[in-house]
């Protein structure tokens, strides 16, 4: 079985985000981290691979620091890693990134894509789906346990306050929630592993993506525009007062009314 994992670096938000002048990140000024989506997508495909010897190989985008996550990747137990990364793919939104990942899968075999449902700098959940139509493969979108049965995969779907079992022939793209398990820890035998055989990694520019337009790529074939792009807003002090029990819960009753709360 071959699984293909898509993992994406994205901002450490803790240490709050940078902007580019046409409001897109800028990731390069930025902390970054594994996606925790696509970590528990990552840790879903090693389990495949323990439990049924699973090839893994970990498929990113972005600059050429997003190894950073390959590396973690493999330390974690991945076979390998692949980078997709040329500055004409800079700026793209969620069809553009789509359509490049799709084009790099195109060159690669597989029997089960696994992303995340979302990633935290955008949180829109459409990469994953998306990717699935240019490969005209179905898609099983918030798993939240997942299991192989023979050619198919078998997933308990989340979905408001129950789940769905649904099932499908491979190949199949499944996305990942965070709740699917609880990732492993990169191991010391992996880190060396990882640092030590370059010949894990593979990188890959727009001329390696196959059947994909120009006009489908990077920010120029973007067709989301940023309007206005800013970092998390800061609340001020508020109102302060210093008042008696009684007279407190008085004053709180009266804000509820005065919004309408109560």
């Not at 490049?100 to 449902?117: H, K, P, S």
Request: hydrophobic share 40%.
């Amino acid at each position: 079985m071959k699984v293909v994992v898509c993992i994406k670096q994205v901002p450490d938000t803790k240490g709050g985000v940078k902007f580019n002048p046409d409001g897109t990140l800028d990731r390069a000024a930025m902390m970054t981290i594994m996606n925790p989506d696509d970590k528990a997508g990552l840790e879903a495909a090693l389990r495949l691979k323990d439990e049924y010897g699973a090839e893994v190989t970990v498929l990113t985008m972005g600059l050429p620091k997003a190894k950073d996550v390959l590396l973690e990747a493999v330390a974690m137990g991945a076979d390998k890693g692949v980078l997709v990364t040329d500055r004409v793919l800079g700026g793209a939104d969620t069809w553009a990134t789509s359509q490049t990942l799709a084009g790099a899968l195109r060159n690669m075999e597989y029997d089960l894509i696994i992303t995340g449902r979302q990633a935290i700098d955008g949180d829109t959940a459409q990469v994953g789906p998306q990717i699935s139509e240019h490969l005209h493969i179905p898609v099983i979108s918030y798993a939240q346990n997942l299991k192989i049965e023979g050619d198919s995969v078998i997933v308990e779907r989340q979905y408001d306050d129950r789940y769905h079992v649904l099932k499908a022939k491979m190949p199949c793209l499944i996305t990942a929630l965070a709740e699917l398990n609880e990732p492993r820890y990169m191991t010391p035998g992996g880190i060396f592993e990882a640092c030590t055989n370059d010949e894990k990694f593979t990188t890959w520019g727009r001329a390696d993506l196959k059947d994909v337009e120009d006009s489908n790529l990077g920010l120029k074939g973007s067709p989301t525009q940023i309007a206005k792009a800013s970092d998390k807003v800061r609340k001020g002090a508020g109102e302060k007062v210093t008042l008696d029990p009684a007279e407190a819960v008085d004053y709180i009753a009266g804000k509820l009314k005065e919004k309408h709360v109560i």
